[in-house]
């Protein structure tokens, strides 16, 4: 059985969560930020985590070695607010061993 990593996420009211995210329940980070209620209600994961509405955009602050973008998240932050080079969309980061020590900061909702 897999172990829970240490992620930290920072809110967008800029409180910094260091918090304990299982592996073994194939859990993107969207998933882990609305478990831990780190976003209003309706405010992230609008889509369901399909890569279709970016509420779960967010600014990715380590050197984690995160998987290749794919070509629907690319496309979703083409046409994104608030995108800067680091963006990424929650929904596509699973939960995994390589992701221990991933720290995050969740784009603005408006």
């Known amino acids: 059985m897999e172990q829970d990593i240490n992620i930290t996420i920072i809110d967008r009211e800029g409180i910094s969560h260091t918090i304990e995210a299982p592996t073994d329940m194939a859990m993107n980070l969207m998933e882990v930020v609305r ?18 509405c970016a509420s779960c955009q967010c600014y990715v602050l380590s050197n984690t070695l995160l998987p290749e973008m ?41």
Not at 36 to 43: C, I, M, Q, R, V
Not at 88 to 97: E, S, W, Y
Request: net charge negative.
């Open 70 to 110: 794919q070509d629907d998240e690319e496309a979703m932050l083409s046409e994104a607010f608030f995108v800067k080079d680091n963006s990424r969309l929650g929904c596509q980061i699973q939960m995994t061993p390589a992701m221990e020590g991933l720290e995050v900061k969740l784009a603005p909702a408006e």
């Open 35 to 52: 478990v831990y209620e780190l976003a209003p209600e309706g405010t992230i994961g609008i889509c369901g985590g399909m890569a279709m």
